[in-house]
């Protein structure tokens, strides 16, 4: 694939590295866009663990 982008780039490497870039960007946009509102993001289990006990405690709450 790296042969694509600096033949596309007169073999310029930056050229070639800003190609890529641009697409991953705009792949990565448009999965983004797909992604469901109900997605939690989270770096570490710790933070998940944290966000969604969170939310349990706040639906239990809700609940009583």
Known sequence: ?????LEA???????ALRRA???????LAAVSS???RGFVRASRPA???RKLGTERRAREAARA
Do not use: I, K, T
């Open 1 to 5: 694939m790296e042969c694509a982008y």
């Open 9 to 15: 780039a007169d073999g310029d490497a930056r050229d």
């Open 21 to 27: 870039l641009g697409d991953a960007l705009q792949e």
């Open 34 to 36: 797909q992604v469901s």
């Open 47 to 49: 933070d998940l663990a």
